[in-house]
């Protein structure tokens, strides 16, 4: 575009929205010029933490979330562009699950930073100071199940009955609730009725958007989906819903399960029950998967794992 394009492109612009175009330029004369630290708000970004002990690796533990959340963020991102109906050209779908894939990659690999990157006692001290906080209390997480797949293919098959469809009861029978029992009590415990109380209401509305629109959803209204869009999706469940959960599992059980001391989470779940794949049986898009992968499903020997690399 040369300058006279531009000049015109800019008064057009906005003439079209009935405003003076030479009030914009001047005020662009007088605009600050930006630096790196303002445009990504650097300063706020580091002064973020705030730790509750002072064992330095909590530092590490809320950084290494921060970053989890972040990177939720840019998956949700994608996944809402998805489920717009807009979203039909088969390039751009393929780019965009190319995108999450990369981004859910990025937690498996990282989560080393985890398992290897803190003292184990320190952890283990700091960390009752969190309780009882957990990143069960992760709503992004849940939006992410929201966005990928309907609120019946996340309950328990034993639970499921095909007369339940208020999105609040659905919403109770989520998957995800056993591990807000206590197993001594079998009492809701703190962690779940906090984060019930906080997000309960965001997440019955964004189901009830979501109805009949989720990824799920959209891949079954297509006759016959392309074999590529077919492996992203696969890439995706496996990676989200066995993989990353492993690795996450393998961090648990090495800080509260090793060295012959077996702990209390800070969420007070029955976790080692609760996190495994095979038991949460969570899968986005069931329809993709055989009889055999769903039969064993959670079961990392089972899937290879060369054929989920995402690039
Ligand atoms: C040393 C590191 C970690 C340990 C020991 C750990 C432990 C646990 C445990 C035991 C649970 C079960 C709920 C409870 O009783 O608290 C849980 C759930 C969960 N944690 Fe972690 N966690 C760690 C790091 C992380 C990180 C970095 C994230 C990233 C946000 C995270 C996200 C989650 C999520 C999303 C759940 C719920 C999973 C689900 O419902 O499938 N955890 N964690």
Known sequence: MDNTQLHQSIDDKYTHLGENPSTYLKGLLHAKETDYWSYIQLETLLSLQNPKTHFEDEEVFIIYHQLTELILKLVLNELKKLTESTATDEKIFISKLHRINRYTQMLINSFAIMRHGMDYDDYNNFRNALAPASGFQSAQFRYIELYCTCLENLIPHKNRTS???????????????????????????????????????????????????????????????????????????????????????ETAAYYLDSKGDKKEATGSSDWKKYLHPKNQRRIFFPSIWSKDELKNWGDPCFFEEDNFKGH
Not at 174 to 201: C, D, H, M, S, V
Request: hydrophobic share 35%.
């Open 163 to 249: 007369a339940e469809n208020r999105i609040e009861d659905l919403m109770e029978l989520q998957y995800w609730k056993a591990a807000g029992i206590n197993p001594k009590t079998g009492e809701k415990t703190l962690t779940l009725r906090q984060f019930e109380k906080k997000y309960n209401n965001s997440l019955a509305q964004l189901a009830k958007n979501l109805r009949n629109k989720t990824l799920n959803d959209r891949l079954e209204c297509i006759e016959v989906p392309s074999q590529e869009r077919i492996n992203l999706m696969r890439t995706f469940d496996y990676l989200y819903n066995i993989k990353w959960p492993i690795v996450h599992l």
